[in-house]
């Protein structure tokens, strides 16, 4: 994710939206391997179905995620807000719940999504540590 940070903020939506799609895949295939290790399919068509939707689903998050906040950085007048971020969890959220079919999902996946997207661009700008021992 390196090179998404590197990236201005409301520039080269298509190399942003490419990275996002990217690592939601990824997060997809990962998370369905563990899906399948806990709860093995009967059939190897079932797995591959399971996988496949999973790791589909969780690359349409990224693509959704990617492309919102690029478009919202370049539509406001503010393209380094983080409100833009949380634009873009909500965005993916609302796909969350339309793909659950259910609304409570679709409005707890918004504001879950674009609360940890806000964090992400506030922590990114302020210099946050996410992991390793807290300086003094």
């Not at 590197?6 to 998370?31: H, N, S």
Request: include cysteine; charge should be positive; hydrophobic fraction near 40%.
């Amino acid at each position: 994710m390196a090179d998404y940070w590197d990236i201005p903020e409301g520039t080269d939506c298509g190399r942003k939206t490419w990275l996002t799609t990217r690592l939601g895949a990824i997060l997809g295939l990962v998370g369905s391997a563990y899906r399948l290790t806990l709860f093995p399919s009967e059939t190897a068509l079932g797995a591959f179905q399971r996988a496949t939707t999973g790791t589909v689903t969780m690359a349409t998050l990224g693509a959704v995620f990617g492309v919102t906040t690029c478009l919202s950085a370049q539509l406001r007048d503010n393209p380094e807000d983080p409100k833009n971020y949380f634009i873009g969890g909500c965005a993916s959220g609302a796909i969350w719940g339309a793909r659950a079919h259910s609304f409570a999902t679709g409005t707890a996946a918004c504001v879950g999504l674009g609360s940890a997207a806000f964090l992400a661009k506030i922590g990114k700008k302020e210099g946050w540590r996410w992991l390793g021992p807290p300086e003094l």
